[in-house]
């Protein structure tokens, strides 16, 4: 079986908020356990447009856990900060303004270099996409152009958050989630986890676990979907027909 790398330590949620509850109440005890000790918590605003706010509140969130954490946009050296991280956060929004944002201030080796060494990285929706190898598996409008769609590439598989259904009593005619899914892997190889919201992977020592309350949906190319069960490795559906070692 093809494994990831054993260093790499990954947190990569569906969505930083549920129905109600509040911002990352449904995960503040696993950001905690995954997080443990670390200090210097970087925070990446990238996807939304008033990243003040944005840090702000996120600033504030963490708080709450007891963990310091620093908005990348407020220092002076960008990927001098990304090195020195105890730990990465990526906050969710629109993935191509995030994207674009990495690639602006070149960040994106930066993270790939300190995510491999060890530092753990948080991904909330459009933060779970870029650590994808591609954004294609976002549901967002293009409102900016990156220079590319290659995100991360910090795991072999591609993320789809906020996981809907099809609802079988909706008159609505456009196409489901399931159905750009299979679109997506009629072009492309990576196999695609379906996240319902309040799903998250916790990627660490080799293995990818869903956690949360729900299934998630699997989709590998040429295959029927299938449901995985939360608490349980399914590091083996993420991997290609090809095999994959990152």
């Known amino acids: 079986m093809a494994v990831f790398n054993s260093e790499r330590k990954l947190l990569l949620i569906s969505n930083s908020t549920v129905h109600g509850k509040g911002y990352l109440d449904h995960v503040q005890d696993e950001i905690k356990d995954f997080l443990g000790s670390a200090a210097r918590v970087v925070f990446v605003p990238f996807a939304v447009y008033d990243r003040g706010a944005y840090a702000v509140k996120a600033i504030e969130r963490f708080r709450e856990f007891g963990i310091e954490l620093r908005s990348i946009h407020d220092v002076s050296n960008m990927q001098r900060a990304i090195h020195q991280a105890g730990a ?3 906050g969710g929004g629109n993935t191509f303004r995030l994207l674009k944002g990495l690639y602006d201030s070149n960040l994106l080796a930066a993270i790939r270099e300190t995510v491999e060494e060890g530092t753990p990285y948080i991904g909330s929706s459009a933060g779970s996409i870029v650590a994808c190898p591609t954004l294609k598996t976002t549901k967002d409008m293009p409102i900016v152009q990156p220079p590319s769609f290659d ?3 910090l795991i072999p598989f591609q993320i789809s958050p906020h996981y809907l259904d099809p609802d079988p009593l909706s008159t609505h005619m456009g196409e489901t989630q399931e159905e750009r899914i299979i679109q997506f892997l009629e072009e492309n190889s990576e196999p695609v986890a379906g996240l319902r919201e309040g799903n998250f992977l916790r990627v660490q020592q080799g293995t990818v676990t869903l956690k949360g309350q729900k299934a ?4 590998r190319r040429g295959e029927t979907p299938t449901e995985a069960t939360p608490g349980f490795p399914i590091t083996e559906l993420l991997m290609s027909h ?3 070692n990152t």
């Open 151 to 153: 995100a991360l590439g």
């Open 216 to 219: 998630a949906r699997i989709f």
């Open 242 to 244: 090809a095999g994959m």
């Open 88 to 90: 990465i956060f990526v």
